[in-house]
């Protein structure tokens, strides 16, 4: 009988590793777990979990500003290209770019008062969704998962 990983991926193989099966059973819980919150997100405020993850960086830095280049090491999903998130959200009136006056060559992004709002009407639902999707373990499996994990980012090897 195949596991809970083998059996959402359809998979009738034996995994190459216990690592493989790992990896792809982090990224498919991954991909199901933020399912709903990017159809959400996309519903309730036409955002996608990227633009969404620069305005709560941008609110916890409030009122200070950051640069590009601070709010892409603060994310949680790298994005490339994070200049084009930034210009959609300014073109919504979410945040704001300044010239920094220590250095002129560095536009430094704000949120505005209209994207502190977006959030706020967010808050709730983001505190929600994770009881919603992870409650169901319980206190004590979600403090060994929560310490799996710690120990996961912490010894995590690299590849190429």
């Known amino acids: 009988m195949p596991g809970a990983i083998a059996g959402a991926l359809k998979q009738r193989s034996q995994f190459k590793s216990r690592e493989q099966e790992v990896l792809l059973g982090l990224r498919t819980a991954t991909a199901r777990a933020l399912e709903p ?3 959400f997100l996309k519903t309730s405020a036409d955002l996608t ?4 993850n620069v305005l709560r960086i941008l609110r916890g830095s409030h009122p ?11 994310m949680i999903s790298r994005d490339p290209d994070i200049t084009r ?3 959609r959200l300014s073109a919504r009136g ?3 770019r ?3 006056a220590r250095d002129r060559r560095v536009v430094e992004v704000g949120v505005t008062p209209k994207g502190r709002a977006v959030l706020r009407g967010l808050d709730v639902h983001a505190e929600r969704m994770p009881r919603a999707l992870l409650g169901g373990l319980g206190p004590r ?3 060994q998962l929560a310490a799996l994990l710690e120990q996961v980012l912490r010894e995590m090897g690299t590849y190429p």
């Open 98 to 100: 300044v010239r920094s």
């Open 37 to 39: 919150w990017e159809k």
């Open 141 to 143: 499996k979600l403090m």
């Open 94 to 96: 979410l945040v704001d």
């Open 85 to 87: 998130l930034v210009d």
């Open 49 to 52: 979990p990227n633009q969404y």
């Open 64 to 74: 200070s500003r950051l640069a590009c280049g601070e709010i892409a090491d603060r």
